[in-house]
C-alpha cells in the first residue's frame, strides 16, 4: 500500500494576510502538509531545545511550505489538527509529546 505523499487540510477558521494598509492581500482557507525530509526532522529536533510550541510551528511550517508569519495567524484548532497530519507522516506522534 503506498502512503499519500500529500494531504491537503481545509482550515476550520480561514487565515486573512494583510498588507500594512489593512488590505487582505491574501485568504489562506486550506494548507497541503507534504512528507517531510531529512532536513525538515533535522529542523524540527533543533526547533524542540526552543520548546514545544517551537517545534510544533516548525513542523507545520515545513510540512505546508508556509513562512513562520503566516502560522502565527492559524487558529489553534486548525493549529492542533495540521499538527496531527504532519505528524502522521512521521509515524503519528508530534516531536513534543501532544497527541
Known sequence: ????????????????????????????????????????????ANASA??????????ICRSAQIPPATFDELDGADVTELGMVAADFIGGALPTGVT
Open 50 to 59: 526552543k520548546g514545544q510550541g517551537e517545534a510544533i510551528a516548525v513542523l
Open 1 to 44: 500500500m503506498t502512503q499519500a505523499t500529500e494531504i491537503t487540510v481545509t482550515l476550520k477558521y480561514p487565515v486573512e494576510l494583510k498588507n500594512s494598509e489593512g488590505t487582505t492581500i491574501e485568504k489562506i482557507e486550506a494548507l497541503t502538509l507534504r512528507r517531510l525530509k531529512g532536513k525538515d526532522m533535522r529542523a524540527i
